[in-house]
């Protein structure tokens, strides 16, 4: 994955930002995204873990700060079909579940996604998003659309390596009073995991 450099990130959910999201299209708009992901959510974890551009992508949690900004970091880019190894690893590991019995030598994206349907501590959700993103004192700066199993909602996020940068950046917004809510408790609060 080469060199990696940790962002921080302030991210929040709602239907509209007001303001602030007029703010940030005041800016030239950068980039446009769109994907479709499969989020694999697990009662029993807190890991970032979905499906993108046929990757099993799984992102951890590195640190929050007294900000309550959060430091993801990427820990697994794995592509199917994925043996045996991988499930139990994605299993004890990330899902904290028990490994369920596997009866092949290997598992391609279909059979796994079958497989981790059937875990009762497990929820795989869809989610759509549209993406505009944009560059604010050199900080990325998202609003997005998204599904959740075709619930739409809306959100804003600011990412950086400097947290500090981070922050004058949501104060500037004006998106300091609202709640840092990343897409895993978004997601378990709308399918009722939460």
């Known amino acids: 994955m080469g060199t990696i450099i940790p962002r921080w990130e302030w991210r929040t959910f709602g239907e509209s930002f007001g303001e602030a999201e007029e703010k940030i299209r005041s800016y030239p708009q950068g980039n446009f995204k769109k994907s479709t992901e499969k989020y694999i959510l697990s009662s029993k974890s807190n890991e970032n873990t979905k499906i993108r551009d046929d990757l099993m992508d799984i992102k951890s949690l590195k640190q929050v700060n007294e900000d309550k900004l959060e430091q993801w970091y990427p820990v697994m880019k794995a592509t199917f079909p994925l043996s045996a190894a991988q499930v139990e690893e994605l299993c004890k590991d ?91 408790k978004a997601m378990k609060q709308s399918v009722g995991m939460l």
């Open 94 to 184: 990330y899902f904290n579940i028990p490994v369920p019995e596997l009866a092949k030598a290997e598992y391609t994206y279909e059979e796994y996604l079958a497989l981790m349907e059937k875990q009762p501590d497990l929820c795989v959700v869809d989610v759509c998003k549209e993406r505009y993103i944009y560059t604010i004192n050199t900080a990325i700066v998202e609003i997005a659309d998204t599904t959740f199993n075709g619930k739409p909602s809306r959100t804003v996020c600011v990412e950086h390596a400097d947290p500090a940068l981070v922050m004058k950046t949501v104060n500037e917004l004006g998106l300091s009073g609202l709640e840092n809510i990343n897409y895993l």
